[in-house]
């Protein structure tokens, strides 16, 4: 096999993997003239993926081979990640990073193979890695709608899994044997389960074995021995198996089919030997941990087959990364930090004197801009990793995937994960990349008391991670079952239900910015302090109140959700809202003041400009015993129809309006691109403002259950008809925006 062209592995992954294959003679070539043997070409096989290629090696394996992986990404949550700062070796569940194979020649040259390579402290923690990885695949095994193991037992494996070499070298091998020399070998091979975990699992349940003991050797007493002998070689233990699973099965009677109470021998028949894709080479070895884990993203990421939130969202940024470390436009050490395979301090950014906060930070933001970037070249690849539309025609829910990945990544930094929905906070103007000040952590929590932009910087791309991190918020469940809280004094408290927007908006509001400064200095400092609870903060002055734990409640206390409501814009000083003359749009004394049938409260954004017209979707809604009656200040034939078709077209003899202001002559080009990026600002913002209306109504409706319901059933349907022929238009002007845009 190693003499095959394009095979690159070590010799110890080989001879590892060598007893599992069964009939090896029918996958090799005749001996050429020098006596060599290579894979036959029906054997080889090559994969394409964004993170480079990979060549693969289709055998017929003994059905216990394959080793689980602790790196399978639907299990990733379960482990500390070495990209928190705060990580102590040996304290917490981690895992070791996973690195490229590499040897020495007698040249000094370093050669890099296709196969990884990790460290464990000892014997010990090999065995609970692989025994962690086992128990948290059989918790998301749980959601499968059929039971994997007897389905195996009665149909075989039906799809092969894919294994990759890796090699687990111990840090520590301080058992000895009676002669003083070691009792265990001080390094193992096995071949990881890049594809079929769960599989590999299931069926070495069958057989009574587990990953560890394939990896690390099997008690001798199922071989069938007798004492407390671990046998680790695989070409000794494997025979002596296969040989005790044939008695077993010449033992037991034909009719013993039994899928879940039969003899191991007759379960384990149908998955005796089973299909196998065994890496074998690539043309790129050093980034082989990220093509083995490309191949399988897309299985199970699209749809999302076993995955929860946080790790479905953790898989799809780490398939951008490696897609960006292909195309070379970020360096294989920073995507290691960043998809949390390394510390943190590995960054180029990172310098000695940063705290525990900064460097969470630091990588943070470094996150941020890579799932929002600028760059023409990111974002085309970001779209391409992400399947997404067009950057014009950009969903707020495909913003909302790539806010859910940034998040879930940012989480790997802290003690726990979080939901990533706690991300979900920036509109569609994030299609365009953000950019942030570049400025350091400490400058900007120090000049924030002041510096407006320094402040909107920490309350918009820190403060909800930092706030969960400590459990203080969390994201919008739907309902309020769950969400109470236990008081000061004890008492079962049931919190205010609201969103993240409305806890970030809350910290906003102009009366709480020197409690909402404090309190992001504290939370930074508790961090900083080894993550203890973060102290609450004085609502006037934002100082510390030590000893004095931060609670949700408190934080519900000190920043309400009313004061997190969208701030309603004032309309005109006189309290009228702006009647636009369609024909005279543009000119100066285009806006005349005009009864607002609206209360104060509800009133839509003033214009300070010269205005555009209103759009019909603006329009005040009319009483649906009359039609809505027209202002005396417009010229009749001017006056804006309210339910123009859903098409959007004029009526017989009308012209579209605006197109043209007196005195002036047609409108250019650039003032038309203008005026419809301020009708889009305008609409996006009364939309906003009619949602904020809408839930303050539904919480009216909530304290008062025995009043009837603020909104009349006629009032109700209108409402509803004019919303309706409202998105009919607006979903056709993305495609019109495309019609007159410059090409990609």
Same mark, same amino acid.
């Given at each position: 096999?190693?003499?095959?062209?394009? !095979?690159?592995?070590?010799? $110890?992954?080989?001879?590892?993997?060598?007893?599992?294959?069964?009939?090896?003679e029918?996958?090799l /070539?005749?001996?050429?003239?020098q006596?060599l043997r290579?894979?036959?070409?029906?054997v080889?096989? @090559?994969?394409?993926?964004?993170?480079?290629?990979?060549?693969?090696?289709v055998?017929?394996?003994?059905?216990?081979?394959?080793?689980q992986?602790g790196?399978?990404?639907?299990?990733?949550?379960?482990?500390?990640s070495?990209a928190d700062?705060?990580v102590?070796?040996g304290?917490? +569940?981690t895992?070791a990073?996973v690195r490229?194979?590499?040897?020495?020649?007698?040249?000094?040259?370093?050669t890099?193979?296709?196969?990884?390579?990790?460290?464990?402290?000892?014997?010990? !923690?090999?065995?609970?890695?692989?025994?962690?990885?086992?128990?948290?695949?059989?918790?998301r095994?749980?959601?499968?709608?059929?039971?994997?193991?007897?389905?195996?037992?009665?149909?075989?494996q039906?799809?092969?899994?894919?294994?990759?070499?890796?090699?687990?070298?111990l840090?520590?091998?301080? #058992?000895?044997?009676?002669?003083?020399?070691?009792?265990?070998?001080?390094?193992?091979?096995g071949?990881?389960?890049?594809?079929?975990?769960?599989?590999?699992? +299931?069926?070495?349940?069958?057989?009574r074995?587990?990953?560890g003991?394939v990896?690390? $050797?099997?008690?001798?007493?199922?071989?069938?021995?007798?004492?407390?002998?671990v046998?680790?070689?695989?070409?000794?233990?494997l025979?002596e198996?296969?040989?005790?699973?044939? +008695?077993?099965?010449?033992?037991?009677?034909?009719?013993d089919?039994?899928?879940?109470?039969?003899?191991?021998?007759?379960?384990?028949?149908?998955?005796?030997?089973?299909?196998?894709?065994?890496?074998?080479?690539t043309?790129?070895?050093?980034?082989?941990?990220?093509?083995?884990q490309?191949?399988n993203?897309?299985?199970h990421?699209?749809?999302?087959?076993?995955?929860?939130?946080?790790? =479905?969202?953790?898989?799809?940024g780490?398939?951008?990364l490696?897609?960006?470390?292909?195309?070379r436009?970020?360096?294989?050490? /920073?995507?290691e930090v960043?998809?949390?395979?390394?510390?943190?301090?590995?960054?180029? #950014?990172?310098?000695?004197?940063?705290?525990?906060?900064?460097?969470?930070?630091?990588?943070?933001? =470094?996150?941020?801009?890579?799932?929002?970037?600028?760059?023409?070249?990111?974002?085309?690849?970001? @779209?391409?990793?992400?399947s997404?539309?067009?950057?014009?025609?950009?969903?707020?829910e495909?913003?909302?995937?790539?806010?859910? /990945?940034?998040?879930a990544l940012?989480?790997?930094?802290?003690?726990?994960p979080?939901?990533?929905?706690?991300?979900?906070?920036f509109?569609t103007? !994030?299609?365009?990349g953000?950019?942030?000040?570049?400025?350091?952590?400490?400058?900007?929590?120090?000049?924030?008391d002041?510096?407006?932009?320094?402040?909107?910087?920490?309350?918009?791309?820190?403060?909800?991670?930092?706030?969960?991190s400590?459990?203080?918020?969390?994201?919008d469940?739907?309902?309020?079952?769950?969400?109470?809280?236990?008081g000061?004094?004890?008492?079962?408290?049931?919190?205010?239900?609201?969103?993240?927007?409305n806890?970030?908006?809350?910290?906003?509001h #102009?009366?709480?910015?020197?409690?909402?400064?404090?309190?992001?200095r504290s939370?930074a400092?508790?961090?900083?302090d080894?993550?203890?609870r973060?102290?609450?903060?004085?609502g006037?002055?934002?100082?510390?109140?030590a000893?004095?734990?931060?609670?949700?409640?408190?934080?519900?206390?000190?920043?309400?959700? #009313?004061?997190?409501?969208?701030p @309603?814009?004032a309309?005109?000083?006189?309290?009228?809202?702006?009647?636009?003359?369609?024909?005279?749009a543009?000119?100066?004394?285009?806006?005349?003041?005009?009864?607002?049938?609206?209360?104060?409260?509800?009133?839509?954004?003033?214009?300070?400009?010269p205005?555009?017209?209103?759009?019909?979707?603006?329009?005040p809604?009319?009483?649906p015993?009359?039609?809505? !009656?027209?202002?005396?200040?417009v010229?009749?034939?001017?006056a804006?129809?309210?339910?123009a078709?859903?098409?959007?077209?004029?009526?017989p003899?009308?012209?579209?309006?605006?197109?043209?202001?007196? $005195?002036?002559?047609?409108?250019?080009?650039d003032?038309?691109?203008?005026?419809?990026?301020?009708?889009? @600002?305008e609409?996006?913002?009364?939309?906003?403002?009619?949602?904020?209306?809408?839930?303050?109504?539904?919480?009216?409706?909530?304290?008062?259950?025995?009043?009837?319901?603020?909104?009349?059933r006629?009032?109700?349907?209108?409402?509803?008809?004019l919303?309706?022929q409202t998105?009919?238009?607006?979903?056709?002007?993305?495609?019109?925006?495309?019609?007159?845009?410059?090409?990609?």
């Amino acid at each position: 096999m190693l003499a095959t062209e394009g !095979a690159n592995l070590p010799r $110890g992954a080989l001879e590892n993997i060598a007893p599992f294959i069964v009939d090896p003679e029918d996958s090799l /070539t005749e001996p050429d003239d020098q006596g060599l043997r290579r894979l036959r070409s029906g054997v080889v096989r @090559r994969i394409r993926t964004d993170a480079g290629d990979m060549m693969v090696a289709v055998v017929r394996m003994h059905g216990v081979g394959g080793v689980q992986w602790g790196h399978n990404e639907r299990i990733s949550s379960i482990w500390r990640s070495v990209a928190d700062p705060t990580v102590r070796r040996g304290a917490e +569940k981690t895992l070791a990073p996973v690195r490229p194979w590499t040897e020495t020649g007698e040249d000094g040259h370093e050669t890099c193979f296709a196969a990884l390579r990790s460290t464990v402290a000892d014997r010990q !923690a090999l065995m609970m890695n692989a025994e962690d990885a086992a128990d948290a695949l059989k918790r998301r095994d749980r959601v499968r709608p059929y039971d994997l193991e007897e389905d195996l037992v009665l149909n075989g494996q039906q799809e092969p899994g894919m294994y990759v070499p890796q090699q687990v070298v111990l840090e520590q091998n301080e #058992e000895e044997g009676p002669e003083g020399k070691p009792l265990y070998p001080d390094a193992y091979w096995g071949w990881m389960a890049v594809r079929g975990n769960n599989r590999t699992q +299931k069926r070495q349940s069958i057989f009574r074995l587990t990953s560890g003991e394939v990896l690390a $050797g099997v008690p001798a007493r199922k071989l069938g021995r007798e004492g407390d002998e671990v046998v680790c070689d695989p070409r000794v233990w494997l025979t002596e198996f296969s040989a005790l699973l044939n +008695k077993e099965y010449a033992e037991t009677a034909d009719d013993d089919l039994d899928p879940t109470s039969g003899s191991r021998a007759r379960r384990a028949a149908a998955v005796a030997v089973v299909d196998a894709h065994l890496v074998i080479g690539t043309p790129t070895p050093q980034r082989l941990y990220r093509i083995v884990q490309m191949n399988n993203r897309r299985d199970h990421v699209h749809p999302p087959l076993e995955f929860d939130a946080v790790d =479905r969202s953790r898989a799809l940024g780490r398939s951008v990364l490696g897609m960006y470390v292909a195309q070379r436009v970020i360096d294989e050490r /920073t995507a290691e930090v960043l998809a949390g395979l390394a510390p943190i301090r590995e960054l180029p #950014e990172a310098s000695a004197d940063m705290t525990v906060s900064e460097l969470r930070d630091l990588r943070s933001m =470094r996150l941020l801009q890579e799932f929002f970037p600028v760059e023409p070249r990111k974002r085309h690849l970001l @779209r391409r990793a992400l399947s997404e539309n067009p950057p014009s025609q950009l969903s707020a829910e495909e913003i909302k995937q790539r806010a859910r /990945t940034w998040s879930a990544l940012t989480s790997e930094s802290y003690p726990a994960p979080w939901n990533p929905r706690l991300g979900e906070v920036f509109s569609t103007r !994030a299609r365009e990349g953000i950019c942030l000040s570049g400025r350091r952590l400490p400058e900007l929590l120090a000049a924030a008391d002041t510096d407006d932009q320094a402040f909107d910087e920490l309350v918009s791309y820190r403060a909800a991670h930092w706030l969960a991190s400590f459990g203080i918020i969390e994201p919008d469940r739907g309902s309020l079952d769950g969400q109470e809280a236990i008081g000061d004094t004890g008492e079962r408290v049931r919190r205010s239900r609201r969103t993240v927007m409305n806890c970030l908006q809350a910290l906003r509001h #102009e009366k709480n910015r020197q409690a909402a400064v404090g309190l992001l200095r504290s939370l930074a400092r508790a961090m900083d302090d080894g993550d203890r609870r973060p102290w609450r903060v004085s609502g006037s002055s934002g100082k510390e109140l030590a000893s004095r734990e931060m609670t949700p409640l408190w934080f519900d206390q000190e920043f309400p959700k #009313e004061t997190g409501n969208r701030p @309603r814009r004032a309309a005109a000083a006189t309290g009228r809202r702006a009647v636009v003359t369609p024909g005279t749009a543009g000119g100066p004394g285009a806006a005349v003041p005009g009864p607002d049938p609206l209360p104060a409260a509800t009133a839509l954004p003033s214009v300070s400009t010269p205005a555009p017209p209103v759009p019909a979707a603006a329009a005040p809604l009319p009483s649906p015993a009359s039609p809505a !009656a027209p202002d005396p200040t417009v010229p009749a034939q001017a006056a804006p129809t309210l339910y123009a078709s859903a098409g959007g077209t004029a009526s017989p003899g009308t012209t579209r309006p605006g197109l043209t202001a007196p $005195g002036t002559g047609p409108l250019t080009p650039d003032g038309l691109v203008e005026r419809m990026e301020r009708l889009l @600002r305008e609409l996006h913002d009364a939309s906003g403002e009619l949602g904020d209306v809408l839930a303050d109504l539904a919480d009216l409706a909530d304290r008062s259950d025995a009043a009837p319901r603020p909104l009349a059933r006629e009032r109700a349907d209108a409402a509803v008809r004019l919303l309706n022929q409202t998105l009919s238009r607006l979903r056709k002007l993305p495609e019109r925006v495309e019609d007159v845009a410059v090409p990609e």
